[in-house]
């Protein structure tokens, strides 16, 4: 006689349900079994205006009744996703601002606009220094130390190919006349303003700002973080002294930081650099910056570079004809000239 009966054979496992399955411990319990996310439907919307070592610190309900900045770290499921200062993200967890809560940014929201810049121009690697500004404002000394125009023309390369509207201060005004130097951007009809190291034009600024997230950029020395504590009082970002023997500046501000104007708007302090790489850089959106030109550029052959060796420039052509001002060009290639061409 068989030890099963024949039910059994019908329904060997019948005496099992689910209920009996025994499940092992996952041996690496710190990853997820799935790559199904949470929608995070409650998460509330902030904009981070400073980055830490890991932590963000972020603004909910800007301009709102309920306005308060909040402490919080990037959640799992961004991966290799950058946080920067401007972004608007989402966040769940403890969210009410109280010390010693944080939260987790579990989603970055599309950017309106990213500066970046490359560590040279061979590097095709983009550095992502702040998102969702739409105005830069470009601060450069009359003297000590002695104006860049090539770092200057890097300046406005990458403001134009973020989208980014480029004004420029002259600092220490007092120590040296400035129009040479401004007379390289005549044709860019750059919003230029001065100002002297005992009288900045704090008022003017403050109303041209209002409104707008400005993000400042500057060579080391300049006078960037003092310009930025006299539009934000309070500010307290750090400054330093030039160099007398090299004429460099030394780096002050470690960070970039968002700071509320009273006017309204923000101004996006960042820290100073001696070169701005480009190999990121679409040339294309350079020439878009002279709608002129751009037009005309729509006749050129494929691939032309509008350099002085390009051959059948219709933008040079132009130009001999006397359609468009030598001048004009010129400033074009110069900052075309940045990326290396």
Not at 113 to 140: G, Y
Not at 159 to 178: C, E, H, N, Q, S
Not at 287 to 301: M, Q, S, Y
Request: glycine share 10%.
């Amino acid at each position: 006689m068989s030890w099963w009966s024949d039910d059994d054979v019908d329904e060997p496992y019948g005496e099992y349900d689910e209920s009996a399955v025994r499940s092992r411990p996952n041996p690496k319990g710190n990853r997820p079994r799935t790559k199904i996310r949470p929608e995070h439907a409650n998460a509330q919307e902030g904009r981070v205006i400073t980055v830490d070592r890991g932590r963000y610190g972020v603004v909910i309900d800007e301009g709102g009744a309920d306005e308060r900045t909040v402490t919080a770290a990037r959640a799992r499921e961004l991966g290799k996703k950058a946080i920067v200062t401007g972004d608007v993200v989402d966040l769940v967890g403890d969210t009410s601002g109280e010390p010693g809560s944080l939260a987790r940014a579990v989603r970055v929201r599309e950017r309106e606009t990213l500066l970046r810049r490359s560590a040279d121009d061979t590097d095709e690697v983009e550095r992502v220094i702040v998102a969702n500004a739409d105005q830069m404002l470009i601060v450069v000394a009359a003297a000590n130390p002695e104006p860049r125009q090539r770092l200057v023309d890097r300046y406005l390369v990458a403001a134009f190919d973020a989208g980014i509207r480029p004004l420029v201060v002259v600092t220490k005004t007092d120590l040296a006349d400035p129009a040479e130097f401004l007379s390289n951007f005549s044709d860019l009809d750059l919003e230029v303003y001065l100002s002297r190291q005992d009288d900045p034009p704090v008022d003017e600024l403050r109303e041209r700002l209002a409104g707008h997230r400005t993000v400042a950029v500057g060579h080391s020395g300049v006078g960037k973080s003092t310009l930025v504590n006299a539009l934000v009082p309070g500010a307290d970002r750090a400054t330093g002294r030039v160099n007398e023997v090299t004429g460099r500046g030394r780096h002050t501000s470690s960070s970039t930081v968002s700071l509320r104007l009273p006017t309204g708007g923000w101004i996006i302090d960042t820290p100073g650099v001696r070169s701005f790489g480009l190999g990121h850089v679409d040339r294309g959106n350079v020439l878009r910056a002279f709608t002129d030109l751009a037009a005309i550029a729509e006749g050129c052959p494929r691939g032309c570079t509008h350099m002085p060796d390009s051959p059948d420039c219709a933008i040079e052509e132009a130009v001999e004809r006397g359609e468009i001002a030598r001048h004009r060009l010129d400033s074009a290639q110069r900052l075309l000239a940045a990326l290396g061409a």
